[in-house]
C-alpha cells in the first residue's frame, strides 16, 4: 500500500506543479515579465514546491535526515541530470546576466549552506545543526535575491510591454481561470508532498535505509521531476531562457527558503555524511559556471558529462549508505 500511496504522491506532485506552473506563468507574462525572470521566479518557486512540502513537512515530524537530503539531493539532481538531459535536447543559450549574477548566487547560497552545517568545526560545538538563527540568515539572503530580482524585473518591464504590444483584453485565458490552475496546483502539490514523505519514510526504513539516503534518492528524484519535465518542455520548446532560469532559481529557492524555513520552524540535525554531497554540490556548480562561459552555452557534450556524473553520484551514495 506504501508503494501505491507514494507513487500517487509523487504524481499529485507533478501534476501539482504542472497546473501551478500554468497558472502563474500565464499572470506573470500577462504583467509582461521576461522569459528569464520567469525561469528564474514563476517557474523556478513552482517547480520547488514539491521540495519545499517536503522538507517543511519533514521537518515537521522530526525527519531531518529527509529535509537536508531532499534539498542536496534536488540540487545535485538539477545541476548535473536536469541540466544534462535538457542540453543533449537542445544546448542551452547562457545570458551573460546569468553567468555574472545568478549562477554565482546560487554558489553563494551553497558555500553559505556549507560553513552553517560546520558547527563542529568552527565553532566546535558538540553537533553539527541547521539553527533556527541559520534559517534566519537564509530567509534574509533570499529577501536581497528576491529584491535583485524585483529590480531588475522593474527596469525591463517597460521594454517588454512595448516589445509584446499585449492588449490586456486580448487575453484569451480568464484571470479566474489562471487562479484556479495556479491554487488548485498548489493545494495538489502540497497533499502529494504530505504523502511522498509518509511512505518514502516507511518504505525506507523497512529496507534499512537511513533518513538522509531516501532523501537523496527516492524523495530528492521524485520532488525533481517537475523540474526535469518543464526544463525539457522548455527546451523542446527553445525556450533555454526558461529552462537554465528554472534550474538556477530552484537551486537558489531550495537552499535559502526551503532550508530557512524548515530550520526556523524546528532545528535541522546534520547527518556527518552529508558533507560530501554538499561539496560536491559546491563543485558541480563551479563546473556548470565554467561550462556556461564556453561560447554562452551548454552543449551537448558538456550535457552528456552531467548526465553520466549524476549516474556516478547516485551509485556511489547507494553504495555508501
Known amino acids: 500500500m506504501s ?28 504583467l509582461h515579465v521576461s522569459p528569464m525572470l520567469i525561469g528564474l521566479t514563476i517557474v523556478a518557486f513552482g517547480t520547488s514546491s514539491p521540495e519545499a512540502t517536503v ?3 519533514a521537518a515537521v515530524e522530526g525527519n531531518a535526515g529527509v529535509a537536508i537530503g ?10 548535473t541530470f536536469v541540466v544534462g ?22 554558489l553563494l547560497a551553497s558555500v553559505t549552506l556549507l560553513v552553517l552545517i560546520s558547527d563542529m568545526t568552527l565553532q566546535f560545538f558538540g553537533v553539527n545543526s541547521i539553527t533556527r538563527s541559520d534559517g534566519l540568515v537564509f530567509l534574509l539572503i533570499f529577501a536581497v535575491f528576491m529584491y535583485y530580482i ?10 517588454i510591454k512595448e516589445e509584446s504590444g499585449t492588449d490586456e483584453k486580448a487575453v484569451s485565458t480568464s484571470w479566474i481561470k489562471k487562479l484556479i490552475f495556479t491554487v488548485g496546483g498548489l493545494l495538489a502539490i502540497i497533499f502529494g508532498g504530505d504523502l511522498v514523505v509518509d511512505n518514502a519514510t516507511v518504505i525506507a526504513y523497512s529496507f534499512g535505509m537511513s533518513e538522509t539516503l531516501v532523501g537523496l534518492t527516492i524523495v530528492a528524484v521524485g520532488t525533481s521531476l517537475p523540474e526535469l519535465i518543464t526544463s525539457i518542455t522548455a527546451a523542446v520548446k527553445k525556450e533555454s531562457d526558461i529552462a537554465l532560469g528554472n534550474i538556477v ?23 556527518s555524511k552529508i558533507f560530501i554531497d554538499v561539496i560536491l554540490m559546491i563543485i558541480l556548480t563551479i563546473i ?8 554562452f552555452q551548454v552543449g551537448r557534450r558538456e550535457g552528456s558529462f552531467l548526465v553520466v556524473a549524476y549516474l556516478i553520484y547516485m551509485a556511489y551514495i547507494i553504495v555508501r549508505n
Open 85 to 106: 538531459i535538457t542540453a543533449l535536447l537542445n544546448p542551452l543559450k547562457v545570458e551573460n546576466e546569468t553567468i555574472r549574477k545568478e549562477i554565482p548566487f546560487t
Open 249 to 271: 532559481g530552484s537551486n537558489i529557492f531550495n537552499i535559502l527558503f526551503v532550508l530557512g524555513v524548515s530550520s526556523v520552524i524546528s532545528p535541522l540535525a546534520v547527518d
Open 150 to 159: 524585483f529590480e531588475v524585473a522593474k527596469n525591463s518591464r517597460d521594454k
Open 288 to 295: 556548470l559556471l565554467i561550462f556556461s562561459r564556453t561560447s
Open 70 to 79: 531532499n534539498v542536496v539531493g534536488s540540487n545535485i539532481f538539477n545541476i
Open 55 to 57: 522538507s517543511i513537512i
Open 3 to 30: 508503494y501505491l500511496l507514494l507513487l500517487l504522491g509523487i504524481v499529485l506532485l507533478i501534476k501539482g506543479a504542472d497546473y501551478f506552473v500554468d497558472g502563474a506563468s500565464s499572470i506573470a507574462r500577462t
